[in-house]
């Protein structure tokens, strides 16, 4: 268990629909990272936050935005939902930033009919 | 941005064999994590090794930092080593704080 939760597990929905990930940190990391994995694209980096501030953006669609809380849990929220947007959806916390272990989430599936 | 290549991209073994995966990166790294993802999707982390030599169990790995490579040994493998192995990093000179970059994995099969 990396300590790491993220809901729901899995998520089917259709497209032009909007939907909500959310996730929990580890007791103490302050940074909470987004990242997708599809077939197509492999896994990659989305956006990260540090102590409730944007830190970092990837490859994130402007469909596609996030938000750390006062409480540091995050969410992502995916709208106007496309078929090409079925992935997994991974969350990760570190303590602090950059050289630090990411521990990951077991990941919420998407999948767009 | 960073390259990692990762090889070989499949790894087929019998049960008991040895196996060592290879993670190659372009420029400087702070960090470098190693995982397992198994068949349920979720995302094992086995490292935490930016430069240096660790052992887990059966597992081990080694980054040599000058040379931008790491290594990751699996002595008498298991069926339950299956799944994809990930090399992912964390460039050193980049300007996003903390985001890793992933390598196109390593599948491996064990068959008994």
């Known amino acids: 268990d990396s300590g790491v939760t993220q809901t729901p597990k899995h998520l089917i929905t259709a497209t032009g629909q909007r939907v909500t990930l959310r996730c929990s940190p580890r007791?103490?990391?302050?940074?909470v990272y987004w990242y997708q994995q599809s077939l197509d694209q492999g896994l990659q980096f989305l956006i990260q936050?540090?102590?409730?501030?944007?830190?970092a953006k990837g490859n994130i669609l402007e469909r596609f935005s996030a938000q750390q809380f006062p409480d540091l849990h995050s969410e992502l929220n995916l709208s106007s939902l496309e078929l090409g947007d079925s992935a997994l959806y991974f969350c990760a916390s570190s303590v602090s930033g950059e050289g630090f272990t990411q521990h990951f989430g077991d990941g919420t599936r998407l999948s767009i009919l | 941005g960073i390259q990692v290549e990762q090889s070989p991209p499949d790894l087929i073994l019998q049960e008991g064999a040895n196996s060592t995966l290879r993670c190659n990166f372009s420029?400087?790294?702070?960090?470098l994590q190693w995982f397992h993802q198994n068949p349920w999707g979720q995302l094992i982390n086995l490292f935490y090794i930016p430069s240096g030599t660790k052992q887990n169990g059966r597992l081990s790995a080694t980054t040599v930092a000058t040379e931008r490579y790491s290594l990751l040994y699996i002595s008498s493998s298991q069926t339950t080593d299956s799944g994809v192995y990930f090399c992912a990093v964390h460039s050193a000179g980049g300007t996003s704080y903390g985001k890793l970059t992933f390598g196109q994995g390593t599948i491996l099969t064990v068959h008994p």
């Open positions: 936050y540090y102590n409730g501030e944007e830190r």
């Open positions: 007791s103490g990391d302050l940074s």
């Open positions: 420029d400087s790294v702070n960090n």
